[in-house]
T-cell receptor, first 114, second 109 residues
Framework: EAEVAQSPRYKITEKSQAVAFWCDPI?????LYWYRQILGQGPELLVQ????????DSQLPKDRFSAERLKGVDSTLKIQPAELGDSAMYLC????????????FGPGTRLLVL | GQNIDQPTEMTATEGAIVQINCTYQ??????LFWYQQHAGEAPTFLSY????GLEEKGRFSSFLSRSKGYSYLLLKELQMKDSASYLC??????????FGSGTRLQVQP
């Protein structure tokens, strides 16, 4: 069964350092999402791609976060500089198209900022 | 804006039935999803409702009333492995999902 791949699974960094997360969606899925999940809360959307284009980054803290999906397949989410409040689970999801299509999640990257 | 409410925690007994409720207020509606999330893991898809009524899938069923902004997830014949968080999520017309904070279910022997 096809799955969404993410790496690394765990990342510990010091504040003010740069971190990057990678996601490879299910093959053929045009829509890719990055969510952030703080412990005890539901996932919150950071950015959504349709192919290589950003369709929603209204909740992305653009002063420190950036995301790209250059060839419309895999994607990278970067934080620079990391802050203590960025400690969370970063989840990538993909779907065939947007809208009511089911989103399938990767295993996530758990980030701890010290 | 969008608001999704679900209970924070629930406890049930192995073999029993439990119902997890979700109420929502959204500016648009294009379907409601339920996901299961074990501690430290990613959410996994359980069910999708876009029309009123009950959708059954094995031990899990999900109900939707669009006029009431209400859904529930029904888990039958509870097993210990069902201990997890259950996330209600709405597609409110925007393309991404808005999630509730999740209901942590503890199944006891």
């Amino acid at each position: 069964e096809a799955e969404v791949a993410q790496s690394p699974r765990y990342k510990i960094t010091e504040k003010s350092q740069a971190v990057a997360f990678w996601c490879d969606p299910i093959s053929g899925h045009a829509t890719l999402y990055w969510y952030r999940q703080i412990l005890g809360q539901g996932p919150e959307l950071l950015v959504q791609f349709q192919d290589e284009s950003v369709v929603d980054d209204s909740q992305l803290p653009k002063d420190r976060f950036s995301a790209e999906r250059l060839k419309g397949v895999d994607s990278t989410l970067k934080i620079q500089p990391a802050e203590l409040g960025d400690s969370a689970m970063y989840l990538c999801a993909s779907s065939l198209v947007g809208g009511s299509e089911t989103q399938y999640f990767g295993p996530g990257t758990r980030l701890l900022v010290l | 804006g969008q608001n999704i409410d679900q209970p924070t925690e629930m406890t049930a007994t192995e073999g029993a039935i439990v119902q997890i409720n979700c109420t929502y207020q959204t500016s648009g509606f294009n379907g409601l999803f339920w996901y299961q999330q074990h501690a430290g893991e990613a959410p996994t898809f359980l069910s999708y409702n876009v029309l009123d009524g009950l959708e059954e899938k094995g031990r899990f069923s999900s109900f939707l009333s669009r006029s009431k902004g209400y859904s529930y997830l029904l888990l039958k014949e509870l097993q210990m492995k069902d201990s997890a968080s259950y996330l209600c999520a709405v597609n409110g017309g925007r393309r991404a999902l808005t999630f509730g904070s999740g209901t942590r279910l503890q199944v006891q022997p």
